[in-house]
């Protein structure tokens, strides 16, 4: 497509783009129909690896340092809508030392929710996480596997198989693209009939995810997308957005020790395009952990 955009003959260049999208439609139609058969033949284990993670807390050394405010702010804000705060604690102390007179309000909550994070408890009843779970395969998989109580929603943002109202979205979406003002300049329609952004409008699906997106701090796992750039334009509008308070990546290891953990955040970094924020926000490899342990580092 980019290639055509050098087309100087606007008749060759309708003619060119028009055949494109229909050799386009023919590998939507030949994948579609490769997976259901996939499906029916293949029988999926569940990994308990998985299942811990949805099962997780929000770990306070994985929030970003310029979220820890809106996060912290977001739990006290929750403890006083349920009377569970005790106040003369805020407002004295944290281990015995008074602090209400040389610290900011954000500050003295900061310590004093990072303190009660400690108890287990106190996590249990305030942090039970709300869980959204962003299927970006065309397949009810991660629907079979996992969708028990740790799963609160699912949003199956690229379309299901076969489905006629929810129909597959397979195309490029990547408005962040230097050539993609050209081709919106072209005024040719065809030009962006394959452009994931255009098709999220058949279905209310985009607009569920931009309302739980908008309704607090969330932290976003990432297990088994690449974050390459034909997604860009979504996964930048999740990653930049002021509720996203950090971004934790279950990488990819292999039988011989190795790992893609790199790769995926040299790919996430090109989805951003405040890369300070970036590095704060994405959680360190040391925090991280693999999506399914190989077998030998299971044993040890």
Known sequence: MKELLQEENPQKQNESIRTL??????????????LTEIIEKTEIAKHQSIQDAFSSFVEFDDIANCKQT???????????????????EYDRKVDNKTYKYCLTENEARIIFIEKKLKNESFKKFHLLPYTLLLNFNYTQIAKTLYNDHNIDEIINI????????????????????????????????????????ISYHKTRSYRELLNFISLGPYQIFIMGHSCGNSDRTLLNTLFEHDNC??????????????????????NISRNFNNKPNMR????????????????????E
């Not at 397979?170 to 408005?175: C, R």
């Open 21 to 34: 999208n229909k050799e386009f439609d023919d590998v939507k139609r030949l994948l579609e129909k490769y």
């Open 70 to 88: 809106v996060y912290v702010n977001s739990i006290f804000a929750e403890m006083v809508q349920t009377n569970t705060i005790d106040e003369f």
């Open 158 to 197: 690229h379309g299901e198989l076969n489905s006629k109202n929810n129909p597959i979205i397979f195309g490029y979406g990547d408005e962040l693209d230097d050539d993609y003002n050209k081709i919106e300049k072209l005024q040719n329609n065809d030009f962006l009939e394959n452009i994931k952004s």
């Open 245 to 266: 308070i950090s971004i934790k990546v279950f990488y990819r290891q292999y039988e011989d020790g190795a790992d893609n953990y790199i790769d995926l955040i040299k």
């Open 280 to 299: 704060d926000i994405v959680v360190n490899r040391e925090n991280c952990s693999p999506l399914v342990p190989t077998e030998k580092e299971v044993a």
